[in-house]
């Protein structure tokens, strides 16, 4: 049992480095390093900068074959290996933060495309999503929708060779900045409802697409609500066959069990660092038995995620799939993310109301953590789904008995009120 | 990088879990429970023989020389069967105490038969109620010991017993560690309830009880401390080995009890619970992967990776046991499901090495010095 590389990869990760050192942005360390929980006391930074700094260091991986490791060289990857690909994200580090606009895109959109689109189309479409020159979005949860996304009702009708798109798709992540998207739509409401679904990708700049951005709980706004008018998309942007959608939109959800081994924030040293600081009515809050109990158990749950990382690793650099241990991974985080912000606050007593970075406990971090994480628990498949999926795929248990099931779509009721 | 067991270690673990389906179902076990045995001499026996009780002892003291992940495995699978045997007492703790603070005299009297089975060994330290302090202890030690301790794990059937006592000053430095042979004048010693008849204590009284001396006097406390940290590692895989098979049963008894016309898996509210067991299951063996890790590596994270281990172990074993008794409904209150023997156990392995709010404490106060939050 040891953390140690093969020689291989440590040769690999040796050239990674030593790149990464001569190559990265430096100056831009410190607010990466410091940055996450969005921005504290509704204080958001402008994201314009933010945009064309993230695309000029994903433009100078791909230059260098640093970009997308794990596509083929012909679609502006490296041809890594799943373990070169781990290794790089560990040296990477939190320049990798830059990449955030370009998650979607490289782990989901890229993926399907590849699997379903045709030779040329892959040859055009891929290399500039691989080098940052083009943003992607994925257009699936609805306002009728969101845990259940094959109740979506956006509608694509055939007219010849055209298709023709009317409806509405919510919390679309960076659909404000991107140039493309995928978008999952009702071919046929007669059929029940995972058979009548066609995906398809598209040009964002398409007449008839409208972006509004949606005014989150903490004030900011990462997520959008996309409208789509007679919007038109030709055939052979179709990805999959007609009313395959469905089994099209599994392979792009497989890959959203994001980067393996990557870590999420869970606010604990964050907050050890906090109570290493501050006082309580007897002293140092973390002198506390108290105190301690609370920490001890968000300290083993952070170090248990670490580790279990580092068990996919291992699954991973003897060539072996992970196991499904790693699903765990957001259901742990964003709960104790939530928790974490809260006690904070406690600890602040009726300062913790503060919400300015200049006049609250620890520039305000918390109270940024505490507005931004009730949107954790929920985004990329919400706490509920997480445990049906361990449930299901995992321990083996039954799929809940469902009454849509065998019902054409347009017969399933939709309002809880009869 | 490999994270994980080696094959060797993974076939020990597939025969060891064969042999314990065969040797120690919880039929052998119950015959504890029931007052009929004090632990299962056969299953002990079997153990003895396979090789395992020395697998983690040097050659030269009739240990098969294996390492501390040779022992992580076997405490898994021992608690995975609820095994009723003196492992932890013997091995875990008396072998180690002895290797780590022996002579080489003690060494060559006691790990041979340690390592056979042959004698059984256990750890006395507790007196009262309440946290063990060293102001706490109040047996008096020299070449005689006089006084109480209870509870004592397997103090019934040990024959050697790890006693710490009082010989000098007060304070940590006034503690020493002594051998004392449990069959000999001046010790006697009765069965105590407690809440895990699978694995009885004792109260055990000493009267001018011949002992020597186990490492220098004044030393007792800190080797409890170090012992206690290659202890908390082992006996973490003991209580994931148990979580993993409390979160099986409920996994399989979701599946086969139907109600409300279909079977109960099938409903969220069950299937939350189970996924939540899964979770703390899951952390809690990354945890004492980690733990391992250092202590079979010699490194010097092993104080904040034991005792992360043990209180991971811990609240996961307790979670997964007492869900796996909610998610059995009423069956898992009877006597003849097996639900309740996990739940006694895993409250009981919650206190052994102290209580899981003193690992807490420890945990942070290691964490601080090591100054790595995370």
């Keep these: 049992m040891n953390f140690d590389d093969t020689p291989e990869e440590a040769k690999f990760r040796q050239v990674a480095r030593d790149w990464i050192k001569a190559n990265a942005p430096h100056e831009l360390y410190e607010d990466l390093a410091n940055q996450g929980f969005g921005g504290a006391g509704g204080k958001q930074k402008s994201r314009t900068d933010g945009i064309a700094t993230a695309k000029a260091w994903q433009k100078k991986k791909a230059e260098a074959g640093w970009a997308c490791l794990n596509w083929p060289t012909e679609y502006g990857g490296r041809g890594a290996t799943p373990i070169e690909r781990v290794i790089w994200g560990q040296e990477e580090g939190v320049y990798g933060k830059l990449s955030g606009l370009f998650i979607i895109g490289h782990g989901m959109c890229g993926p399907t495309v590849m699997a379903y689109a045709d030779e040329e189309t892959k040859r055009r479409l891929l290399p500039p999503l691989a080098s940052g020159e083009n943003i992607w979005c994925q257009l699936f949860s609805e306002p009728a929708g969101g845990s259940d996304l094959a109740g979506l009702r956006t509608k694509a009708e055939k007219d010849g060779n055209d298709w023709v798109i009317n409806g509405q798709k919510i919390w679309t992540s960076g659909a404000q900045h991107s140039d493309y998207g995928i978008l999952i739509t ?99 809050a973390i002198e506390d038995r108290a105190v301690r109990s609370k ?51 406690d600890l602040q007593a009726q300062g913790g109301a503060l919400n300015d970075p200049d006049l609250a406990d620890f520039g305000a971090r918390f109270q940024a953590m505490l507005l931004r994480s009730p949107a954790t628990r929920i985004e990329g498949g919400s706490d509920e789904i997480l445990r049906n999926i361990i449930a299901e795929r995992v321990l083996g248990l039954p799929a809940d008995i469902r009454v849509d099931k065998d019902v054409p779509f347009n017969k399933i009721p939709t309002s809880g009120r009869g | 990088m490999n994270f994980d ?66 022992l992580c495995i076997i405490a898994e699978e021992l608690g995975r069967a609820l095994a009723a045997v003196p492992f932890s007492s013997s091995i875990l703790l008396a072998a180690e105490f002895i290797l780590h603070a022996g002579s080489e005299e003690q060494k060559q009297k006691y790990l041979p038969k340690l390592a056979s089975g042959e004698l059984i060994g256990t750890f006395a330290y507790v007196e009262a109620n309440g946290p063990v302090t060293p102001d706490r202890i109040a047996v008096t030690g020299g070449a005689a010991l006089s006084g109480t301790k209870i509870p004592v794990p397997d103090g019934m059937i040990a024959d050697i017993a790890i006693v710490a006592a009082r010989d000098g000053a007060a304070g940590e430095r006034g503690i020493s560690l002594f051998i004392v042979d449990l069959n000999a004048k001046g010790v006697t010693r009765e069965t105590v309830a407690n809440i895990d008849p699978t694995r009885p204590q004792a109260k055990i009284v000493f009267s001018g009880a011949p002992a020597e001396r186990l490492g220098a006097q004044g030393e007792g406390w800190g080797l409890i401390n170090t012992v206690f940290d290659k202890a908390a590692v082992l006996t973490a895989f003991e209580q994931v080995g148990g979580a993993d098979r409390a979160l099986e049963m409920a996994r399989d008894y979701a599946l086969e009890r139907m ?3 279909r079977p109960i898996g099938s409903f969220q509210a069950i299937k939350h619970i189970l996924a939540d067991m899964y979770v703390s299951a899951t952390l809690a063996r990354s945890n004492a992967y980690y733990a391992a890790w250092a202590l079979s590596t010699g490194s010097a994270e092993l104080p904040e990776a034991a005792a992360a281990a043990r209180v991971s172990a811990t609240k996961a074993y307790q979670h997964c046991s007492k869900n796996n008794t909610q998610v059995h409904g009423g069956m898992g209150f009877t006597w003849a499901f097996d639900c309740h023997l996990f739940y006694k156990r895993a409250n009981v392995m919650a206190s052994g090495l102290g209580s899981l709010s003193q690992w807490e404490d420890k945990l942070i106060d290691r964490l601080r010095k090591s100054n790595k939050a995370a």
């Design chain 1, 186 to 284: 009702r071919t046929d409401p007669n059929v029940p409802k995972h058979k009548g679904m066609t995906m398809f990708w598209l040009d964002m700049k398409s007449p008839g697409v409208e972006v509004r951005p949606i005014k989150q709980a903490n004030g900011q706004s990462e997520f959008n609500e996309v409208y789509f008018t007679d919007v038109r998309i030709h055939d052979s942007q179709r990805l999959g066959a007609v009313n395959d959608g469905w089994k099209v939109s599994l392979t792009t959800l497989m890959n959203e069990r994001l980067t393996i081994g990557g870590s999420m924030s869970t606010g604990f040293s964050e907050l050890f660092d906090f109570c290493s600081r501050i006082q309580t009515e007897d002293g140092l």
């Design chain 1, 295 to 345: 920490l001890a158990d968000w300290a083993v749950k952070t170090s248990g995620l670490k580790y279990t990382g580092m068990r996919a690793i291992s699954a991973v650099s003897k060539g072996e799939n992970p196991g499904p241990e790693n699903s765990i991974g957001k259901l742990v985080a964003g709960a104790m993310m939530q928790d974490i912000a809260t006690y904070a606050l």
């Design chain 2, 5 to 70: 067991f080696s094959d060797e270690q993974k076939s020990l673990k597939d025969e060891l879990r064969r042999f314990l389906a065969k040797a120690s179902p919880t039929t052998e076990v119950r015959k504890v429970l029931e007052g009929e045995a004090l632990y299962n001499e056969s299953v002990w026996k079997g153990l003895a023989d396979l090789g395992v009780l020395g697998a983690g002892l040097p050659e030269e003291y009739g240990g098969a020389g294996g390492g501390y992940l040779e």
């Design chain 2, 259 to 261: 109600a409300f016309g």
